[in-house]
């Protein structure tokens, strides 16, 4: 910038000859200066762009809200370059660019300071940022071109590192551009920490550890992401055969131990069968087992019965009940927004899917492809619930792919690599749907019209329709009036080499099991939120995709593991694993599992308003039905398709239900329930107690605890009896050992 001072500042000569050298000498630099400057040319869209991002000029917080700041707007991290730089260099009458003299324009007065700025001080004069600025708006401001380089990917280096608490690793990341450039962008790049209580990334690139675990840094450059992962051991002392106990029983089994191995967190030993059987149940059908079938499962010796146990779940009419809640939770099947008779069509679609056990690719191909009457086909009905092409587009990318796209609609993704122009590509393909009423009430018929285009905000015009990461319609199809935009959906969504798809629905067979997703949140599968394990997540979703996408495969080896078998207990030695599966982790009975269970041991069912009594909380094909306890323990309403609609926190309306609430009191003192039961069968007081135990634990209880209870019932009179039995029901009901799956 000398050379542009020395042209501008008033000084009196010493003499004519030195005035003329001075300003030859100074012209003569000057012209080697843009000489040099032009044959580097900067780009606006690769070199000024990610300035601007890296000091958050166009984040959300500034320049990029949504209303701007101080009359200037910027596009949310960039992502309009042709808007960015009119922004720049067209408004404010030109003072923001000002080519003549570079260094008065505001793009370089206000960062550093120089004029007073809202964001404060961002570099300084002698930065190289300010210098690639003021050489791009000395060579006059040149706009984005269409035949600027392109990026292409971004990687940081190292990929992968061990480390120790407290230690620092610096990172770098390059870029590759589409004319074959590679570029170290670290000074650029914005960093994101995946889970920080293991490690977490300056501004610039450097990552300090501050706990044992397995965590992942992220780096995002022009709208380009990349993951390096750092590995940090815990302090235990382990020796190998720690990890050779138990004999691997499948791959899921050597994945996990391998990355226990890696942390050295202990396994647990395998939990007993009285844990095993309700944990079973709990977590395939959503119900307790009986008594009776407690004690033959304990009592069998064969060595082969926790497999044979599996195979009944899997074919138990419970597991219907239990899988098609699920899904409907998924796909939203709800009387709020659909009548009686749709709702019912869609609930029952669902139920026949799981009944015949459809594979998941065959069932999202049917849902994406309906159409017809929605009383007829429920699948239909999906589109009555999703009646606009970007609600319809970001739901099957929710529901099937496991990611929400919701940020592209407006911007490109701040935290994924989907571009505002895939988004609108994507929901493109579901512009031609259509609806009409139906000649009885419910009935709508579902329909595909052969013209209709969604439009593009900012371009003003609709987008080549095409899947998120596969190819559009080919052209004899999209001059096909008759050809259904769908079918590219369909295709791309379920395919068998869409990785996006069996490690979706991979991860939400896995959270049922654990309670943990190796991903987590279940519908959060981004680049920036690695798996825990993505080695496992990989390996589950292959061996779903060469089964055909059979669910019950996937959960066969899921039980059949090691892995899901093993103790909820904690050690020393893997107390503090909360993600790594070292043990099993208990977990809160999710609501309507809750309600049941409670039913199921009382032997008073819930009565649900209008539908038949006896129905379980998992047979309703509706949330919208009037319980103060489900919404309490956190049901689901069903309104958008995220996990977040769950909760498992607790509450103060919890603890008060439990304790002395008109659901569980009513129930213990209804007549006709498991208590008159058992007292109208004779049973003495040691089979009255093991049965409260078997019903509720699914074990028998302990010596101490018997001698105890049954001392108590019969120290009472024969009046007092039945209360006393209500008492240590209640005392069952309402403690952790039965509130939890464990």
Request: net charge neutral; charged share 25%; aromatic share 10%.
């Amino acid at each position: 910038m000398t050379a542009f001072r020395l042209l501008h500042e008033d000084r009196k000569p010493r003499s004519q000859s030195v005035s003329w050298f001075a300003l030859w000498l100074c012209l003569t630099f000057n012209l080697a200066l843009l000489k040099a400057w032009a044959a580097d040319p900067v780009s606006f869209r690769n070199q000024v762009q990610p300035i601007l991002s890296r000091f958050g000029c166009n984040s959300g917080a500034c320049h990029g809200a949504a209303a701007g700041q101080g009359g200037f707007k910027l596009s949310l991290r960039g992502y309009d370059d042709d808007g960015d730089y009119l922004a720049l260099t067209r408004q404010a009458l030109g003072r923001r660019v000002s080519p003549a003299e570079p260094e008065r324009s505001l793009l370089l007065l206000k960062p550093t300071g120089a004029v007073p700025h809202k964001g404060g001080v961002k570099f300084d004069a002698n930065s190289v940022e300010y210098q690639r600025l003021a050489r791009w708006i000395a060579q006059g401001a040149p706009r984005p071109s269409e035949n600027d380089p392109r990026i292409e990917s971004i990687e940081i280096l190292p990929a992968r590192t061990v480390s120790s608490v407290g230690s620092k690793q610096p990172i770098q990341v390059r870029a590759r551009f589409s004319n074959g450039n590679t570029e170290d962008v670290t000074p650029w790049a914005k960093f994101t920490s995946s889970v920080e209580a293991v490690a977490n990334v300056s501004e610039g690139g450097v990552i300090s550890v501050v706990g044992p675990g397995e965590g992942a840094v992220t780096a995002w450059y022009l709208s380009k992401l990349s993951t390096a992962f750092i590995t940090v051991p815990f302090t235990n002392e382990v020796e190998t055969q720690s990890f050779e106990v138990q004999a691997p029983r499948n791959f899921v089994d050597e994945l996990v131990l391998r990355k226990l191995r890696d942390l050295r967190l202990v396994p647990a030993a395998l939990c007993s069968d009285s844990e095993f059987i309700r944990r079973a149940y709990l977590d395939t059908v959503g119900v307790l087992p009986k008594p009776d079938e407690v004690r033959a499962f304990l009592s069998n010796s064969n060595s082969d019965k926790r497999d044979v146990l599996i195979e009944t779940l899997l074919k138990r009419d419970e597991f219907v009940d239990y899988w098609a809640y699920k899904w409907s939770d998924l796909l939203l099947v709800q009387s709020k927004r659909l009548r009686p008779a749709a709702m019912w069509s869609f609930y029952s679609w669902i139920r026949e899917q799981v009944a015949l056990n459809t594979p998941w690719d065959v069932l999202a191909r049917k849902l994406i492809m309906a159409q017809g009457s929605t009383l007829e086909n429920g699948a239909a009905n999906f589109y009555i619930l999703h009646n606009e092409p970007k609600l319809a587009a970001e739901n099957v990318s929710q529901a099937f792919l496991g990611m929400s796209i919701n940020c592209a609609r407006c911007h490109n993704h701040p935290l994924e690599k989907w571009t505002n122009d895939q988004y609108f590509g994507f929901a493109n393909l579901f512009a031609r749907i259509r609806s009409k009423s139906g000649a009885v009430d419910g009935e709508s018929h579902v329909f595909v019209v052969s013209d209709g285009d969604l439009i593009q905000p900012l371009k003003g015009r609709p987008q080549t329709p095409r899947a998120l990461e596969g190819p559009g319609p080919d052209r004899a199809q999209a001059l096909d009036r008759d050809h259904d935009r769908r079918a590219v959906v369909a295709d791309w969504v379920a395919s068998s080499s869409n990785a996006y798809f069996a490690r979706a629905i991979a991860n939400r067979i896995w959270a049922n099991f654990f309670g943990v997703g190796l991903v987590e949140k279940v519908d959060d599968l981004r680049l920036s939120n690695p798996a825990s394990n993505e080695a496992l997540l990989d390996a589950l979703a292959q061996a779903l995709a060469e089964k055909k996408f059979d669910l019950k495969s996937l959960m066969r080896t899921i039980l059949q593991s090691q892995t899901y078998q093993r103790s909820s207990i904690a050690s020393l030695s893997n107390a503090a694993d909360a993600r790594y599966y070292s043990r099993y982790y208990p977990r809160r009975l999710m609501a309507e599992v809750l309600l049941d269970a409670i039913s199921q041991v009382t032997g008073v069912p819930t009565r649900f308003g209008a539908y038949p009594e006896g129905w379980r909380a998992l047979q309703l094909p509706d949330s919208n039905v009037d319980s103060y306890f489900l919404k309490s323990f956190g049901r689901a309403d069903r309104d958008r398709t995220c996990e977040c609609e769950r909760t498992a926190d607790p509450s103060v309306a919890q603890v008060l239900h439990l304790s002395n609430g008109d659901l569980l009191n009513q129930k213990l003192s209804a007549k006709g329930g498991r208590i008159d039961s058992d007292l109208g069968a004779g049973l003495d007081f040691e089979r009255l107690v093991e049965s409260a135990y078997l019903s509720a634990y699914a074990r028998f209880p302990a010596a101490k605890e018997k001698e105890s209870l049954v001392r108590t019932l019969a120290e009472a009179s024969s009046e007092d009896r039945r209360p006393v039995l209500e008492d240590i029901y209640w005392a069952l009901l309402t403690s952790k050992e039965f509130l939890f799956n464990h």
